[in-house]
């Protein structure tokens, strides 16, 4: 039977279902190991709770010490709790095992423990001080009408690793300090899904989601002021339905390969329905060290810097076998943007169902592979010079290439491009579909 302690300082207390905080007029039913806390606390120590299940009310937690959680469940404990505060001050002694396991955090549900937060705010100024954190098998952390403030370096809002979970709906959620994404997973792969909610970001390195796990966000409003809206690394996943999101610096959505050991070496996967996605700086989209696929449709998409998409190699991996891999699906979507990639790089465009790109694709002719495949539903509205090792189009009119005057150069040696015969053609605007030479 769990039962509550009134404690002067916050302790761990053994046993298999104890729990510890500072409290009065505690009532427990004996029947049932549920213990209800309603008494209203202007000033209460941390929490912590190991097995057992608690529901509590009107309570402000609060810790200070370093390494300290303002609440802790353990041992596949439940806690309930509404209408509540807690604040989190006193830095980290380790930022790894803030990042993996939870330490400092303002909440923390581990060892297959479950926390259900409603009408709450979370708030932690320190560093490596994540807001809400889960982590382990069958832990779990459910938020509904929740607000989380943090303020310092690797604090993220919500946090799930080693196969955690986390569900918010309706969470407000901001950060301030580097390395503080609104939305993240980390070591172990970690489960999120996200329904509603306003999300801002202000430091470098801290993007308003961050993935080395599987994130699913629905109705969202993202924003990330320091660095990219969205980041996968990895085996991992995002997936976005009508939310509006943005990144004010590097690029919209990157996606990569660190080789740190947080992520699984695997094909990224970002799809995004409905909504918008805008970058102030740099590529809407940017692919390097990794494998990935790319889904959108009816999308509003935006990238002030005129590129679309990059896939190229950086300063991760193994140089000369570092370069980006891509899959580029679209439907019913107007795009507007060239398509960039290196000589170790390669991207296969698919545009379907009422599609419009316009820009220029491999216009510098630097790409290992750039591939494009139109349905006849779809047009491409060149802009510039283009170069393709291979192009299928379901229109063999070619009606639905608006040239402006450009060339488009193909490979005559591609099997896929078998259909061309190895010709010239001339297209409406006066431009050529023309076989590329040696010297080209």
């Given at each position: 039977?769990?039962?509550?302690?009134?404690?002067?300082?916050?302790?761990?207390?053994?046993?298999?279902?104890?729990?510890?905080?500072?409290?009065?007029?505690?009532?427990?039913?004996?029947?049932?190991?549920?213990?209800?806390?309603?008494?209203?606390?202007?000033?209460?120590?941390?929490?912590?709770?190991?097995?057992?299940?608690?529901?509590?009310?009107?309570?402000?937690?609060?810790?200070?010490?370093?390494?300290?959680?303002?609440?802790?469940?353990?041992?596949?404990?439940?806690?309930?709790?509404?209408?509540?505060?807690?604040?989190?001050?006193?830095?980290?002694?380790?930022?790894?095992?803030?990042?993996?396991?939870?330490?400092?955090?303002?909440?923390?549900?581990?060892?297959?423990?479950?926390?259900?937060?409603?009408?709450?705010?979370?708030?932690?100024?320190?560093?490596?001080?994540?807001?809400?954190?889960?982590?382990?098998?069958?832990?779990?952390?459910?938020?509904?009408?929740?607000?989380?403030?943090?303020?310092?370096?690797?604090?993220?809002?919500?946090?799930?690793?080693?196969?955690?979970?986390?569900?918010?709906?309706?969470?407000?959620?901001?950060?301030?300090?580097?390395?503080?994404?609104?939305?993240?997973?980390?070591?172990?792969?970690g489960n999120i899904t996200v329904t509603g909610g306003v999300m801002n970001t202000a430091g470098d390195g801290s993007p308003g989601i961050y993935s080395t796990g599987n994130i699913t966000v629905s109705g969202s409003i993202i924003t990330a002021t320091g660095s990219e809206a969205a980041?996968?690394?990895?085996?991992?996943?995002?997936?976005?339905?009508?939310?509006?999101?943005?990144?004010?610096?590097?690029?919209?959505?990157?996606?990569y390969q660190s080789f740190s050991g947080d992520a699984e070496v695997g094909t990224s996967s970002f799809t995004m329905n409905g909504g918008s996605l805008n970058a102030s700086v740099g590529p809407l989209f940017y692919i390097t060290n990794t494998e990935s696929i790319i889904e959108l449709?009816?999308?509003?998409?935006?990238?002030?810097?005129?590129?679309?998409?990059?896939?190229?190699?950086?300063?991760?991996?193994?140089?000369?076998?570092?370069?980006?891999?891509?899959?580029?699906?679209?439907?019913?979507?107007?795009?507007?943007?060239?398509?960039?990639?290196?000589?170790?790089?390669?991207?296969?465009?698919?545009?379907?169902?009422?599609?419009?790109?316009?820009?220029?694709?491999?216009?510098?002719?630097?790409?290992?592979?750039?591939?494009?495949?139109?349905?006849?539903?779809?047009?491409?509205?060149?802009?510039?010079?283009?170069?393709?090792?291979?192009?299928?189009?379901?229109?063999?009119?070619?009606?639905?290439?608006?040239?402006?005057?450009?060339?488009?150069?193909?490979?005559?040696?591609?099997?896929?491009?078998?259909?061309?015969?190895?010709?010239?053609?001339?297209?409406?605007?006066?431009?050529?579909?023309?076989?590329?030479?040696?010297?080209?």
């Amino acid at each position: 039977m769990a039962s509550l302690v009134t404690l002067a300082v916050c302790g761990c207390v053994s046993g298999s279902e104890t729990s510890s905080k500072a409290t009065t007029d505690t009532t427990t039913d004996t029947t049932n190991t549920t213990n209800t806390t309603n008494t209203t606390s202007t000033a209460s120590e941390a929490y912590t709770q190991s097995g057992g299940t608690e529901t509590s009310s009107n309570q402000a937690f609060t810790a200070s010490n370093t390494d300290e959680n303002g609440i802790k469940v353990t041992n596949g404990g439940t806690f309930i709790l509404s209408n509540s505060t807690v604040t989190k001050t006193g830095d980290t002694s380790s930022n790894d095992n803030s990042d993996f396991y939870g330490l400092n955090a303002g909440v923390l549900a581990e060892s297959g423990s479950a926390i259900e937060l409603t009408n709450c705010t979370v708030t932690t100024n320190a560093n490596g001080a994540n807001g809400v954190f889960s982590t382990g098998s069958g832990s779990s952390v459910t938020l509904s009408n929740v607000t989380i403030n943090t303020s310092a370096a690797g604090s993220r809002g919500v946090d799930a690793t080693q196969t955690g979970n986390i569900t918010c709906t309706d969470v407000n959620i901001t950060t301030a300090g580097q390395h503080c994404a609104a939305i993240a997973t980390d070591r172990g792969n970690g489960n999120i899904t996200v329904t509603g909610g306003v999300m801002n970001t202000a430091g470098d390195g801290s993007p308003g989601i961050y993935s080395t796990g599987n994130i699913t966000v629905s109705g969202s409003i993202i924003t990330a002021t320091g660095s990219e809206a969205a980041v996968i690394e990895g085996k991992n996943s995002i997936s976005l339905t009508n939310v509006t999101i943005s990144g004010e610096k590097k690029c919209g959505a990157m996606l990569y390969q660190s080789f740190s050991g947080d992520a699984e070496v695997g094909t990224s996967s970002f799809t995004m329905n409905g909504g918008s996605l805008n970058a102030s700086v740099g590529p809407l989209f940017y692919i390097t060290n990794t494998e990935s696929i790319i889904e959108l449709k009816d999308a509003n998409l935006s990238a002030a810097s005129g590129t679309l998409l990059t896939a190229s190699a950086d300063r991760w991996g193994n140089t000369g076998s570092n370069g980006g891999v891509v899959t580029f699906k679209a439907e019913n979507e107007t795009l507007t943007g060239n398509i960039t990639c290196d000589n170790i790089s390669s991207v296969t465009t698919i545009l379907q169902n009422n599609t419009t790109l316009t820009g220029a694709i491999n216009e510098n002719n630097t790409a290992s592979s750039m591939n494009l495949t139109l349905d006849s539903t779809s047009t491409w509205n060149v802009t510039g010079t283009s170069y393709l090792t291979s192009f299928a189009d379901e229109d063999s009119t070619l009606d639905n290439l608006k040239d402006n005057g450009n060339t488009i150069y193909y490979d005559s040696n591609s099997s896929t491009n078998s259909w061309l015969e190895g010709k010239t053609y001339t297209l409406t605007d006066g431009g050529q579909l023309t076989p590329v030479t040696g010297s080209q």
